[in-house]
Structures are given as C-alpha cells and as structure tokens.
C-alpha cells in the first residue's frame, strides 16, 4: 500500500497570504495524485487533479506541482472561503489512499 | 449535472451487516465510461478507500476490508450498494459514494463526483 505523508497538518494563514501543502509518497506514483478540498460538513470536492492540471470552476489561484514521491497544493493570495482541509490522494496503484490531510485556518 | 446520493440505516448493531445504497441521476450508471466507489471517514479523521466497482461487476476492494466487504451494481436502478459484514464500533464513519473516470492505460483516476455522504453509527 503506497502511503501518502502531508504536511503541515494544521496552518494558520492571514488571508491573501500563500499557502503550500506537500504530500509526499511513500513510492513513487507518477503524477497520479489528485487534491480535494473539503469543507465542515460537506463532500470533498476536486481541485488539482493527475498533480498539476487545473478543474474547471476551481479558482485559479489553487495550483499543484511535483511528481514521483513529492508533491505540492500550492494556493496564492489565500481567501476567507479557502479555510477547509486539503487531502491528496493516489490512484497509482491499488488500494487507493489519501493523505492524513492539512487543515488551513484562517487568521 | 451528475448526482450521487447514499441512503442506508444510519444506526447498525455490533456484528450486523451495513448496508448502503448509491444512487446516481443525470447520467447513466452503464455508460462504461466510469468506476463507482465507495470511501469512508469517521468523525475528525481522513478519508479510506473501501472498493470500486465497475458497471460489468468487476470490483476491487481495500485488501483491509475484503474480508467483509461486497459492492454490487444495479444498472436497472442506476444504483450501486455497499455491504459492510462484522462490523464494530470501528465501522462508525461518514460513508461517502464517488465517481471516477475510466480512462484507457491508467488503474484509476480521480473522484470527480461526490455524494453528499450518509453518517452510520454502530452501537447497540
């Protein structure tokens, strides 16, 4: 099982701040990682997926980088609406495992 | 717009079967062009893969819950199921239905769509 370390686990940001969150794999995937936000409540929701091609109706100030084992969730100029947590997740191989994930808190 | 919605007993005995049910509209289940999943996550923690299945009834499951898991389809209803054996109080989560595309030469790809997720409390 490919297990996926992110870090930080908690970040406290001042909005239009930027925020990086890495995740690193255990193996290495490619660039078969995906982020998903989620929010209290709700349902994650896709933001970066194959670790750096955009979703349409994602704000373009999310953006992913990285390949192999390290990988980036990198959001620019951080808004009020952003505070979620932010998971990553592998389909490289089977079983498919997420990250333990990164809350970010706004100031 | 494509929607997924879980429905299911919200509370469950120690050692009963879990059951949950997924059902998709505003597309079709048989298109072939998608894989069908289940993922878990219990309260203030992260999310766990459980098993996918594909609109032929080809399934994969989390090797840590093959044992006790069985996803099946029904294309007739546009719905796929989630049965959970044994559980325990460990079983307790938010359980989620999601879509990911089929795409040639690849295992899997990502969740594009999500269910609302359904809260299955095990307790006596």
């Known amino acids: 099982e490919i297990v996926l370390t992110q870090s930080p686990d908690f970040q406290s940001v001042t909005p239009k701040e930027k925020v990086t969150i890495t995740c690193r794999a255990s193996q290495s995937i490619g660039s078969s990682l995906h982020w998903y936000q989620q929010k209290p409540d709700q349902s994650p929701k896709l933001l970066i997926k194959y670790a750096s091609q955009s979703i349409s109706g994602v704000p373009s100030r999310f953006s992913g980088s990285g390949s192999g084992t390290d990988f980036t969730l990198t959001i620019n100029s951080l808004e009020a609406e952003d505070a979620a947590t932010y998971y990553c997740?592998?389909?490289?191989?089977?079983?498919?495992?997420f990250g333990g994930g990164t809350k970010v808190e706004i100031k | 717009q494509v929607q997924l919605q879980e429905s299911g007993p919200g509370l469950v005995k120690p050692s009963q079967t879990l059951s949950l049910t997924c059902t998709v509209s505003g597309g079709s289940i048989s298109s072939g062009s998608y894989y069908w999943s289940w993922i878990r996550q219990p309260a203030g923690k992260g999310l766990e893969w459980i098993g996918r299945?594909?609109?032929?009834?080809?399934?994969n499951y989390n090797p840590s819950l093959k044992s006790r898991v069985t996803i099946s389809v029904d294309t007739s209803k546009n719905q796929f199921s989630l049965k959970l054996s044994s559980v325990t109080a460990a079983d307790t989560a938010v359980y989620y239905c999601?879509?990911?595309?089929?795409?040639?030469?690849?295992?899997?790809?990502?969740?594009?769509?999500w269910g609302q997720g359904t809260l299955v409390t095990v307790s006596s």
């Open positions: 997740h592998q389909s490289s191989s089977l079983p498919f495992t």
């Open positions: 299945i594909y609109t032929s009834g080809s399934t």
């Open positions: 999601a879509r990911s595309p089929r795409e040639r030469g690849v295992v899997a790809t990502y969740f594009d769509y």
